[in-house]
């Protein structure tokens, strides 16, 4: 009896070692969500202030992209970043590109819609807006996009936008604009675009439309 009373134990928490790794052994699709983040106090201009991604501080999202697998398996980025505008590039750029000051990475979350059903017609969506520029005015409809602004555009079909637009908003939770979006703006130059039509990667993670995938990136 103490036998089988062990072995049903044993067997008990196998069983719950395999359902635990298979909640975990979810595959990136193309249409999912990578979401960008560092911590709400990071500078851009100041490398002494931040050494590595301490996740026990608040964290601010500063971009989005779109995760494309391709036939053999391997994973592309398609954004909008100021460097590229919009672009279809290697997961390997995108990671040289957002690797931080002292040589770390930031957070980086995977999410994807709830409701996946018309993922391949966004996704030809993408196709359309590869080669644009940055959109640096943060205007909607004006032929260049920001990185939010193209997954608002390509996740969309006849009757209507996945997303809903909002008012472009660069304040934290406490009301404050944090520091690395003003060394931003003030480094290329142009008024911080506050307060225009548009997204938010912190709105588009917020909207209830997206669901965590269990992956680790990269």
Known sequence: MKRAFLFCCVMSCMMMSCVKNTQQLEDIKSGDLLFVSVPADYELLDSTKQ?????????NYIHAAILDVDERGEIWISDATLRHGVAHRPTDEFL??????????????????????????YMNNVKKYIGEQYDTDFLMNNGKHYCTELIYDAYADEEGHVFDLKTVDF??????????WIQLFQKINIPLPDGMPGIMPQQMYDEG??????????
């Open 51 to 59: 050494v590595g991604i301490d996740s026990t501080k608040e964290m």
């Open 96 to 121: 040289k590109d957002y690797t931080l000051k002292d040589g770390s990475l930031p957070r980086f979350e995977v999410m994807r819609l709830k409701d996946n059903s018309k993922i391949d017609k």
């Open 171 to 180: 304040r934290d939770a406490h009301g404050n604009i944090p520091m690395l």
């Open 209 to 218: 439309k997206l669901r965590k995938v269990n992956v680790k990136f990269p």
